[in-house]
């Protein structure tokens, strides 16, 4: 079903994280957080397996409390779609380490593939632009995907939203930990953080 | 036309004074990043945060997006509390679904419409079935119906919440925070 001019999305992946250095990054909740693992599973990964439409947001508690670290959500454009109101909410906070990236296969591929809304009517990087994210893109190519993956890293231009088009292809699923207090106190030990 | 009636027991004196023993108490516990969705009840306790040098108001378009923001404040070393009215409770059904998986503190402070004296019937479904929707949820509920209770409830709730990691919701009632009036 893959067309030829589309990204692959483990690719994109990989590329967003491969030079990652102390970036902590949000996997939402469908296939973005299995290609987060697919690239390779690290410490400062946050695995969501619920919670539809709240990636973003957790990406922005995440990043007001740590204003020094980069931090990078990776989700679907399903999952965005149900959080675009958390878009007006970043737009106003203006964090200026917070990076988010949509892997938009304009369907929703974990539930049989029907076509989202991204498809024929809504523009996610419209929306993150008039939502006052003054840096977003529409990426169609790795050379775009490598420029977002280095612009991650500089924590005083954000907020800054991607839409990277990939194809519709179902991969093999590769599953990260489901074990949310794991997940969780896993990055806070990497912070420096103790249990309570 | 929005102004609020203070209940008689709550009247003058003492009733303008409890929004002030919250910002206190959320202020001893080092409270960081408090998103809000408006309500006149927590109008001068949101006026305190947005003029503090410690705390972040957050201004959210809808109540979920304040348990994920928790969330994320706590992965980052923050405490957060939400601010919301009794209708945004429903909003937020599935993603408190993040707190018992994610076991992060989860404090929020809810002003109750839908009960005492409510003029408005479009609130009474939603404030009736606030408590049970927490509780079905997993947050424990203590609730505050005077000004004189507001400081041990608070510290009840934020003692629980933060050092006991047990999710807590208060509710603020309508009685303490009067209820809403339409016309003069």
């Known amino acids: ?196 | 036309m929005h102004a609020r009636a203070d209940a008689a027991d709550t009247a003058a004196d003492s009733g303008t004074h409890w929004p002030d023993d919250i910002f206190a108490t959320l202020q001893r516990f080092d409270v960081r990043q408090v998103p809000y969705v408006p309500d006149a009840g927590h109008s001068k306790l949101i006026q305190r945060v947005l003029a503090s040098s410690t705390m972040r108001g957050i201004p959210l378009t809808t109540e979920e997006e304040g348990v994920a923001l928790l969330a994320g404040a706590w992965t980052g070393g923050q405490r957060g509390v939400l601010l919301m009215q009794s209708s945004g409770v429903g909003n937020c059904i599935n993603m408190l679904s993040l707190i018992p998986i994610l076991r992060f503190p989860f404090l929020t402070l809810v002003t109750m419409r839908g009960e005492w004296g409510e003029f408005n019937p479009w609130q009474v479904p939603m404030g009736s079935t606030t408590q049970g929707v927490f509780e079905l949820s997993g947050v424990k509920v203590l609730r505050a119906s005077t000004a004189a209770e507001v400081p041990a409830v608070l510290e009840a709730a934020a003692a629980q919440a933060y050092n006991a990691l047990t999710p807590t919701a208060v509710l603020l009632s309508q009685r303490l925070i009067g209820a809403k009036v339409f016309t003069k």
């Open chain 1, 1 to 196: 079903m893959s067309k030829a001019n589309l990204l692959d999305r483990r690719q994109v992946v990989s590329a967003l994280l491969a030079d990652r250095k102390d970036v902590v990054a949000i996997g939402g909740l469908g296939a973005s957080t299995n290609d987060m693992f697919a690239a390779g599973d690290h410490a400062r990964n946050f695995y969501l397996w619920g919670g539809m439409g709240g990636a973003a947001m957790i990406g922005l508690g995440l990043a007001l409390a740590q204003p020094k670290l980069p931090v990078l959500v990776i989700t679907g454009d399903g999952e965005m779609l149900m959080g675009m109101g958390s878009l007006a909410t970043i737009g106003l906070q203006k964090p200026s380490n917070l990076s988010i990236a949509v892997l938009d296969n304009e369907a929703y591929g974990e539930t049989g593939g029907q076509t989202s809304h991204t498809a024929a009517a809504a523009d996610l990087v419209g929306v993150a632009k008039a939502c006052g994210i003054g840096d977003s893109r529409s990426v169609t190519t790795m050379v775009g995907v490598e420029a977002f993956a280095k612009a991650v890293h500089d924590v005083s231009a954000g907020p800054r939203f991607a839409s990277v088009k990939i194809d519709s292809a179902n991969l093999e699923r590769i599953l990260p930990s489901r074990d949310g207090t794991y997940i969780l106190n896993r990055i806070r030990g990497d912070l420096g953080f103790q249990p309570i």
